[in-house]
């Protein structure tokens, strides 16, 4: 208990052992850490510290006193510099409204906390990958006001998020603490796939709600796939009128600038995947001779398989596209795929093989490491900052210095160990494929993932590794059971992902991650439980709140 409370809570004074108060305190808490450890009562429910998933990186416990909160009158106050900010704006209506929703408790001995102040110093920075997320909260025992101050919106964001997983439902108190807190590292995402199966507007925010809960900021949108192009073009409407599966299934300009505001409200920055040249049966429903012609073994045993490099017009639509996608999608990255590219069907096609004589291309690798060049020399012009599937850096291919590597097969450690020794910025998914369900607790799996276990790599090369991604592929995924597969596993990716290295003990996560999954559920996310017996003191009920 002592080491789980030293490992936990950081920077308290060695004047806590000089008097018999203070040593009764320090037994308090470390009992309270046991508790916290275990998940068991001890008669000590109301006093557990912080349930807080991710764990932050450094935080002081004041003293026991825990202050009341009044849902009826407590306020969040802005500093007059973001009053009129939307995402403050819309961050302080959301968790006032949370708040509301609890029933008053009777009001703590140690007094009641009234109003939480919100402080942000670059008030006009830009959401993107690596802002500035940090902040720090204070709840004092002696003080009826708590506060937050971030240099950024977002690191207002996150430390709103850390304020409401601190309430006790239980007995409607705060704990008296210090918290400074910042992620780990700068990008940690999670994508969602409308291709196999539409996911509709609200559902998308609903992940997107689930996900600010946990401090993601990337929501990967693998929008288009081979089975649907659901993206409403208006420089080719042709794709998702003959692309997607029908009209009602497709998402809007309008859609989409719903979804980015809505994410960057919650501190997520959304990144699109435009997958090429696989993966692109939906698209050439609607382009002439814009896929390579090889009957019977293209896609799903069909005559086509992927985009045709040889035919130079190719090259323009996507030039004029992947310029409309960075114009909607605001966030300036792209997510470019890459991965699982059929060479047979390529080699099937004469006209392709005598194309790739006369131009001196030798091999299909040589091929896709040409349709690659000119699709990179399409992207820099865009001003992006991109992404590939591993596939592009294992198959040899010339890419630029810039390129980042998205790993997702077998033998990660192996394949970040070459990428990092590379030179190449990568993102790790391999061992995070959330749609891959089993019985039982599969979020320890995830957990224990670490993502510098990367065989010798060097200080230096450990800093290419961005961060990760967990992926929710929508195989079998829909916005019926989306919620309930992906929450709270996601949230142990997540931990792993903002947490200090040292935040590994599974026990103590085992009973944040229940209380984490409640407060989900008490706020219309319905997150699966994660223990075999168990409840909420707010269960799920429904999407009721507006």
Known sequence: GKQWYQRRVRGISPALFLSFADM??????TIVAVTAATGEDYGLGSFNILPVVPFPQEAEMYSTARRSLDPEVFRITPTPNIQEDKVIASSIARYEFYFSRFKPLPTSPDGTLTSLT??????????SIGVDESYSLTISP???TASITAETRFGAVRGLETFYQLYNVTDG?????????YPRFAYRGFLIDTSRHFLPVES???????LSMS???VLHWHIVDDPSFPYYSPSFPGLAEKGAYDMNHVYTISDVLRVTSYAEDHGILVVPEFDTPGHTLSWGKSLENFLTYCPGIGTFGGDYGPINPSIDANFGILQKLLAEVTSVFPGGWLHLG???VPFKCWQSNKELVAWMKQQGVKTFSDLESYYEEKLLDIVHGLNTSYVVWEEIFNNGLHIQPDTIIHVWKGKWNETMAKVVKAGYKTILSSPWYLNYITFGDDWVKYYEVEPYDIPGATPEELQLVIGGEACMWGEFVDATNILSRTFPRASAVAERLWSSQKVR??????????KHRCGMCAREIPAESILHRGYCPYEFDGYDWH
Not at 173 to 181: A, H, M, R
Not at 204 to 210: A, D, R
Not at 507 to 512: E, G, H, I, Q
């Open 338 to 340: 890459g991965d699982e």
């Open 204 to 210: 998308i925010f609903k992940v997107i709600q689930g």
């Open 173 to 181: 108190t705060f704990p008296s603490v210090n918290i400074k807190d």
């Open 118 to 127: 919100l402080t942000v110093h670059s008030p006009s920075t830009p959401l």
């Open 505 to 514: 003990d599974r026990k103590d996560m085992s009973f944040r991650l229940d």
């Open 142 to 144: 002696s003080s009826p």
């Open 24 to 29: 009764l305190l320090l037994l308090l808490t």
């Open 215 to 217: 401090k993601f900021n």
